[in-house]
């Protein structure tokens, strides 16, 4: 079985441990799996203490010996919840400590005790700074995910039919991705209900919605309000495949819109603008760019093709058109209206410009891009063009 390495492992804590000391913090508690498994290699339930000074102690209600399989780190098995709790107090002590608010529970945090409250920093930025570079080991992983993705994008040219609902397409995708060794979910930072099958067909493309995208969808119910419907494939329209997927936790974000028989001209001519703007963008993405300029390069070239539509509706437009890819489906860095981040080497970026064209349907493309030292490059081999079956 695949685990993360151990030098993977010492190599984050080390990084981590600099930034405690660098901020005068005794240590830092992570209870949010993503930063669990990034930070110790499982995600078996409990909590991680790094401490600035002493190894961090992997505090373990199940499975413990799971656990001891998959991290370096010292696993300290608990009874329960309340032991854990309580050891953790004890662990802690006096001084101040990094906490990641943006996703720790009230319930958690009240079991840490009041008096900390005075005590505590907020670490989630840290974190996620360091996540932003990915190392070897950890490209790797997105360029299998990319593989995965390329050949479930393969599929869906083999497979689309008119005559299929919208449903039936995205699970026989979803069906194909994990025969090839998708996990199924997306992971977020939040409590967001990430899925991998977006797919829309028609004027579903168009259709605005409660998800932040120019391209909500119809969905199965009021209770799931987006993606995937029950209306069936029609020739001649835009059927637009955003498809994420999940390898050991690495993930990548693709889209391509696709169109059974003879496309018509508003078809061609909106996905053709649609790639101008995609390329301008991908001109600028490069080591010390600023990311609120790369959107603003998107935005000027949409403007200049005459896509009103670019990015939604007028009342239902988005503010971004890229964000940052890895253990999570949005992490930093976010391209997005009047973000002032400094985009790095060996970061991974989800671009993807959509627009609506009049009342007619979408377009749109997506790729998940590796900035390096030789550039820009794409982690999934999947055209761009229109996809004509």
Wanted: proline share 5%.
């Amino acid at each position: 079985m695949l685990i993360v390495p151990e030098n993977e492992i010492r190599a984050r804590v080390k990084s981590l441990r600099a930034r405690l000391s660098t901020r005068g913090l005794r240590g830092a508690l992570f209870t949010a799996r993503v930063d669990r498994f990034y930070l110790s290699g499982t995600v078996q339930e409990g909590i991680l203490w790094v401490g600035a000074e002493e190894d961090p102690r992997l505090f373990v209600l199940r499975d413990t010996d799971r656990a001891r399989s998959e991290t370096p780190l010292e696993v300290v098995a608990v009874s329960g919840w309340r032991d854990l709790w309580n050891q953790v107090r004890d662990l802690v002590g006096a001084g101040r400590i990094g906490l990641t608010l943006d996703v720790l529970s009230v319930a958690h945090l009240r079991h840490l005790g009041l008096d900390y409250l005075h005590a505590v920093t907020d670490i989630s930025p840290d974190l996620l700074a360091l996540r932003l570079r990915k190392s070897p080991w950890e490209i790797g992983r997105l360029e299998e995910t990319g593989r995965v993705a390329a050949a479930v994008f393969r599929h869906a040219a083999e497979i689309l039919r008119p005559g299929m609902t919208e449903a039936e397409f995205a699970g026989l995708l979803f069906a194909h991705a994990m025969k090839h060794g998708h996990e199924g979910l997306l992971r977020t930072r939040g409590s967001f209900e990430a899925y991998s099958w977006h797919v829309l067909s028609g004027p579903n493309t168009a259709r605005p919605g409660a998800v932040d995208t120019p391209m909500s969808g119809e969905g199965l119910s009021p209770a799931f309000p987006w993606g995937a419907g029950r209306r069936e494939i029609q020739r001649g329209e835009p059927v637009i495949v955003d498809f994420g997927v999940s390898l050991f936790g690495y993930q990548t974000d693709q889209t391509r819109t696709f169109c059974v028989g003879p496309a018509p001209d508003w078809l061609l001519e909106g996905h053709a603008r649609v790639l101008e703007v995609y390329r301008s963008m991908v001109a600028t993405l490069r080591e010390g760019a600023i990311a609120g300029e790369v959107f603003a390069r998107g935005e000027e070239q949409a403007e200049s093709l005459g896509l009103s539509g670019y990015l939604g509706r007028p009342g239902h437009r988005c503010r971004f058109v890229g964000h940052g890819v890895g253990l999570e489906i949005v992490e930093p860095p976010l391209i997005a209206q009047g973000v002032k981040e400094v985009l790095q080497l060996c970061s991974a970026v989800a671009l993807e410009p959509k627009a609506i064209i009049a009342n007619l349907g979408g377009v749109g493309v997506e790729d998940t891009l590796l900035l390096d030292d030789t550039g820009v490059r794409p982690l999934a081999p999947i055209p761009l063009e229109l996809i004509r079956v």
